[in-house]
């Protein structure tokens, strides 16, 4: 979820005809229609990735025939599709795969790149030792009894987003999703959520999962109000941590006044309930 740098989409996308609604495969369509895909409208450099930009592609000079497809490029190649553009530049919407499972699931007016491309990034790729160690360090600050120390969190989000800005970084494709999240998480949950489905995934096939991201995952998917699915990701949390404070804390919010009141009881000086 990274913020585009461009001032508006400065084309006009008004053409009648066939357009990709949600639920759609975006995915299944590209992988079908890339070849045709000849035009092409770049939208602007990626805050925070280094040579990538994202642009609109479209089968016609002159953008007449949507759907108009949005792509990841770096070093000027195609690396992903991930959306589709809408409307006019005034009144541009964007559909877009919060989670990159190929699926459109959001829609938005804002000018943002889902988190999950910056597995897409160039470059190799790392065990994701020093992301957990970094990610484990941020999950401490807010599962100790006195809370965050905003100074040091200060510290730790600038190491994690030089960290992601570093192309020479093994784990840059993890932090760059992390500040992804972290960037847009409180204005776009669904996205923050998808973000974070991906990147717990990419953690497990790479030896294990920091308890950052299912507390981050489960406050993504409450702010949504999807309780159930929250509760499952504290519950998760729990499992890599079964003396998490804030794990508990969590999981007793999504059960309602009596699980507060039983957690206020057990721990009555952590920072939260004070």
């Given at each position: 979820?990274?913020?585009?740098?461009?001032?508006?989409?400065?084309?006009?996308?008004?053409?009648?005809?066939?357009?990709?609604?949600?639920?759609?495969?975006?995915?299944?369509?590209?992988?079908?229609?890339?070849?045709?895909?000849?035009a092409?409208?770049?939208?602007?450099?990626v805050?925070?990735?280094?040579?990538?930009?994202?642009?609109?592609?479209?089968?016609?000079?002159?953008?007449?025939?949507?759907?108009?497809?949005?792509?990841?490029?770096s070093?000027?190649?195609?690396?992903?599709?991930?959306g589709?553009?809408?409307?006019?530049?005034?009144?541009?919407?964007?559909?877009?795969?919060?989670?990159?499972?190929?699926?459109?699931d959001?829609?938005?007016?804002?000018?943002?790149?889902?988190?999950?491309?910056?597995?897409?990034?160039?470059?190799?790729r790392?065990?994701?030792?020093?992301?957990?160690?970094?990610?484990?360090?941020?999950?401490?600050?807010?599962?100790?009894?006195?809370?965050?120390?905003?100074?040091?969190?200060?510290?730790?989000?600038?190491?994690?987003?030089?960290?992601?800005?570093?192309?020479?970084?093994?784990?840059?494709?993890?932090?760059?999703?992390?500040v992804?999240?972290?960037?847009?998480?409180?204005?776009?949950?669904?996205?923050?959520?998808?973000?974070?489905?991906a990147?717990?995934?990419?953690?497990?096939?790479?030896?294990?999962?920091?308890?950052?991201?299912?507390?981050?995952?489960?406050?993504?998917?409450?702010?949504?109000?999807?309780?159930?699915?929250?509760?499952?990701?504290?519950?998760?949390?729990?499992?890599?941590?079964?003396?998490?404070?804030?794990?508990?804390?969590?999981?007793a919010?999504?059960?309602?006044?009596?699980?507060?009141?039983?957690?206020?009881?057990?721990?009555?000086?952590?920072?939260?309930?004070?």
């Amino acid at each position: 979820m990274v913020r585009l740098i461009l001032a508006a989409l400065l084309f006009a996308l008004s053409a009648p005809g066939f357009s990709l609604a949600p639920g759609d495969n975006l995915a299944a369509f590209w992988k079908a229609n890339a070849v045709r895909y000849t035009a092409s409208r770049v939208l602007g450099p990626v805050a925070g990735w280094p040579g990538c930009e994202t642009a609109v592609l479209a089968t016609d000079a002159a953008f007449s025939q949507p759907p108009f497809v949005m792509v990841l490029r770096s070093a000027g190649r195609v690396v992903a599709a991930f959306g589709t553009v809408e409307g006019s530049a005034a009144q541009a919407t964007l559909l877009l795969d919060a989670d990159g499972d190929g699926v459109l699931d959001v829609r938005t007016k804002k000018n943002l790149v889902p988190g999950w491309l910056a597995f897409q990034l160039p470059g190799k790729r790392g065990d994701g030792k020093a992301f957990r160690a970094l990610a484990d360090r941020m999950y401490r600050q807010y599962d100790q009894n006195s809370g965050p120390v905003p100074a040091q969190m200060a510290l730790l989000v600038e190491s994690l987003r030089q960290r992601a800005a570093d192309g020479s970084n093994a784990d840059r494709d993890l932090e760059a999703a992390l500040v992804s999240y972290l960037d847009l998480a409180a204005t776009e949950p669904a996205l923050g959520a998808g973000t974070l489905q991906a990147l717990s995934l990419v953690l497990k096939a790479r030896g294990g999962e920091s308890a950052l991201i299912p507390l981050f995952w489960g406050e993504a998917l409450g702010s949504l109000g999807r309780v159930s699915e929250a509760g499952t990701q504290f519950a998760r949390l729990l499992v890599l941590d079964p003396k998490s404070t804030i794990g508990a804390y969590k999981k007793a919010e999504t059960e309602g006044p009596a699980g507060l009141a039983a957690f206020r009881k057990a721990h009555p000086d952590y920072w939260a309930v004070r």
